[in-house]
T-cell receptor, first 111, second 113 residues
Framework: GQSLEQPSEVTAVEGAIVQINCTYQ??????LSWYQQHDGGAPTFLSYNALDGLEETGRFSSFLSRSDSYGYLLLQELQMKDSASYFCAVRSRTGANNLFFGTGTRLTVIP | GAVVSQHPSWVICKSGTSVKIECRSL??????MFWYRQFPKQSLMLMATSNEGSKATYEQGVEKDKFLINHASLTLSTLTVTSAHPEDSSFYIC?????????FGPGTRLTVT
């Protein structure tokens, strides 16, 4: 099976930097993704890591260490609109695009 | 990016009735689509993989006779919740895409009374 753990809640100040961690246990591993979901909305894609290292996309960066079964999402220059839930997700089957989601982290950005 | 739509966006039905939810890929073809379920303030739980032209693949613990999935074309998958009960009330979301990125529909909020 799959198990992905994230902190349940994080609060940070506008303009600051926040890191959301994800540790996973899966029977197979073919990539770690991050999705953002605002209340009542659909998840939207943020990043994807298949190999170790850091991927940067604007204010968001994502890191993966396969040997540690660990990844994180880094959000810089936080804005109020970044308040949302953030999910890590793994693709655990070769040739398949289905995702297994982590427990989710609710980020609250305060002024 | 690609667009996935769902219909209806919300539905209220009486216990014992069936409800059909449609998921469409609007600007791309999808041989596979995925159905998720999400309870308030919880994570998305993968229910099943919808395969165009063949049977759906259900995750462990998901009743295939209760959640009927049909993927009749490369742009349409349907999820039918049969004999719905209040515990089936949830947010149902579909997705389609590739290995790098999944595009999610806006979701359907089902309330069973």
């Amino acid at each position: 099976g799959q198990s992905l753990e994230q902190p349940s809640e994080v609060t940070a100040v506008e303009g600051a930097i926040v890191q959301i961690n994800c540790t996973y246990q899966t029977s197979g591993f073919y990539g770690l993704s991050w999705y953002q979901q605002h209340d009542g909305g659909a998840p939207t894609f943020l990043s994807y890591n298949a190999l170790d290292g850091l991927e940067e996309t604007g204010r968001f960066s994502s890191f993966l260490s396969r040997s540690d079964s660990y990844g994180y999402l880094l959000l810089q220059e936080l804005q109020m609109k970044d308040s949302a839930s953030y999910f890590c997700a793994v693709r655990s089957r070769t040739g398949a695009n289905n995702l297994f989601f982590g427990t989710g982290t609710r980020l609250t950005v305060i002024p | 990016g690609a667009v996935v739509s769902q219909h209806p966006s919300w539905v209220i039905c009486k216990s014992g009735t069936s409800v059909k939810i449609e998921c469409r890929s609007l600007d791309f073809q999808a041989t596979t689509m995925f159905w998720y379920r999400q309870f308030p303030k919880q994570s998305l739980m993968l229910m099943a993989t919808s395969n165009e032209g063949s049977k759906a693949t259900y995750e462990q613990g998901v009743e295939k006779d209760k959640f009927l999935i049909n993927h009749a074309s490369l742009t349409l998958s349907t999820l039918t919740v049969t004999s719905a009960h209040p515990e089936d009330s949830s947010f149902y979301i579909c997705s389609a895409g590739d290995v790098y990125e999944q595009y999610f529909g806006p979701g359907t909020r089902l309330t069973v009374t």
